[in-house]
């Protein structure tokens, strides 16, 4: 089965440094068949007999040891191409549709719900708009008004630890990768 793994706490802010290739050679000798990565923010496509929470474990336990970060900061996220063809066609209306004028992102959901995350986002009236999804948080925020954005202080709450964050254009990218 073909999946798409999010994972979270790497190549950001010059931490947990993982270069593609690298990871590719090291999915490849872990078994997986058919593994791509697209931009480099982990993301990666793969094929595997095994589950999706079996993948999650696997990587989890791996990673940290093969590329020495720091295990705190990695988690994964293995979605199923219905899964993430269904946070696409979930979207809410026009969401994603209006790149020139807003920055939308997807917040995945790690063992959380949307339902206990959204009201800590606190956003801006006029400048930010969430909505609840299964399994994801929809956030677009005002390109213009971008640094009035309250959503960036979700980074200090201790359930961002629980999420990783692409944007609209990576998601239904991965979304079209998954489809090949």
């Known amino acids: 089965m073909r999946y798409v793994a999010l994972l979270r706490g790497i190549n950001v802010g010059g931490k947990n440094i993982v270069p593609m290739a690298g990871l590719r ?3 490849e ?6 593994v791509s990565t697209y931009i480099a923010s982990g ?3 793969l094929e595997s007999d095994k589950s999706a929470d079996e993948i999650k474990v696997q990587l989890e336990k791996a990673l940290p040891k093969r ?7 990695i988690k994964v996220l293995v979605l199923t191409r219905t899964q ?4 696409v ?3 809410p209306e026009g969401f994603g549709e209006q790149p020139e004028k807003y ?12 339902a206990s995350v959204i009201p800590l986002l606190n956003p801006r009236e006029g ?5 609840p999804g299964d399994g994801v948080i929809y956030s677009q925020r005002l390109s213009s008004q971008r640094t009035k954005s309250r959503l960036n202080a979700i980074m200090a709450l201790p359930a961002y630890k629980s999420m990783t964050i692409r944007n609209w254009n990576t998601t239904t990218k991965l979304l079209e990768l998954l489809n090949r």
């Open 103 to 114: 920055h939308s992102d997807a917040l995945f959901l790690m063992g959380i719900d949307s």
């Open 89 to 91: 066609d979930n979207k």
């Open 25 to 27: 050679t090291s999915l």
């Open 43 to 45: 993301n990666v496509i």
């Open 29 to 34: 000798e872990m078994g997986f068949s058919n």
């Open 127 to 131: 400048v930010d708009m969430v909505w």
């Open 67 to 73: 590329f020495e970060l720091d295990g705190d900061l």
């Open 84 to 87: 993430l063809q269904a946070i």
